[in-house]
């Protein structure tokens, strides 16, 4: 029974994946929906087949915008964060700002970026920057936050400069924290790269998107939708990876 427990555990989220894509086999082939608005998963994987290296080539440039931007989110957050970190009247006058620039829509603001930037890569990086420095700002102030008071007072009394404590201490601990954010921007990164891409470019699985659904090819339309869920499932199985190679101590 135990070991049944185990493998049930293990296994329970491709299980899920796997009794989906049976119901949408079945809803598709007894054509509950039309098959034009809802092709089965074989059309879908054939759709996939047939396109494999123009999507390909699609998939490079959307990662290197979505890499691109989560790379300037990350540098900007850390310098952000440990200003606010050592100044508090920063923190308290940035802090709303922050938050008030969460609540405009991506979708919204995209087009202005584009009309003032063009249809290039510069547009979608600023777009993905600012998707992506949120989080992973917060999540690093709150790491800096739910430090241990003692050790910090320990700090105080070896006479350690802010400096030291911030790599001694804050960083490291912080690190937690960190990339929990950091997952929930790598799938905002991949996102915001597609909805930027539809506004126009030449590359990217977003201009795939509008070029096949202008053609009515749902097919490779549900494709798309597909690669772009396993290129966010990808980064965030990496920055899995890199967290439990980085906070080794962690367990």
């Not at 049976?22 to 996939?48: C, E, G, H, R």
């Not at 080539?57 to 989560?70: D, K, R, V």
């Not at 096949?212 to 494709?223: N, R, T």
Request: net charge positive.
């Amino acid at each position: 029974m135990k070991k049944l427990q185990n493998i049930t555990n293990k296994y329970i989220s491709f299980i899920t994946i796997l009794l989906i894509i049976l119901i949408w086999a079945i809803i598709s082939y007894t054509q509950l929906v039309p098959k034009f608005m809802l092709p089965s998963p074989l059309d879908v994987f054939l759709a996939f087949i047939k396109d494999f290296r123009l999507i390909l080539s699609h998939i490079g440039i959307t990662l290197l915008e979505a890499s691109l931007g989560l790379l300037l989110s990350i540098i900007f957050s850390f310098f952000l964060a440990i200003f606010m970190d050592r100044y508090k009247i920063f923190d308290k006058a940035i802090y709303p700002i922050l938050v008030i620039s969460q609540t405009v829509p991506t979708i919204a603001i995209a087009p202005i970026i584009v009309l003032w930037f063009g249809f290039g890569i510069l547009p979608k990086i600023i777009l993905i920057f600012s998707t992506c420095f949120f989080p992973l700002t917060i999540s690093l102030l709150t790491g800096f936050k739910n430090i241990d008071e003692d050790m910090l007072k320990l700090m105080k009394s070896l006479d350690a400069s802010y400096l030291k404590t911030l790599f001694i201490i804050k960083i490291p601990f912080a690190m937690r924290s960190f990339f929990s954010g950091l997952k929930i921007s790598a799938t905002y990164a991949i996102v915001g790269a597609v909805v930027s891409e539809w506004l126009g470019g030449e590359k990217g699985i977003g201009v795939y998107m509008t070029r096949v659904k202008k053609a009515y090819a749902f097919d490779k339309m549900f494709a798309s939708i597909i690669i772009i869920s396993l290129l966010s499932l990808m980064l965030v199985w990496f920055i899995k990876f890199l967290e439990n190679k980085i906070i080794y101590w962690k367990e």
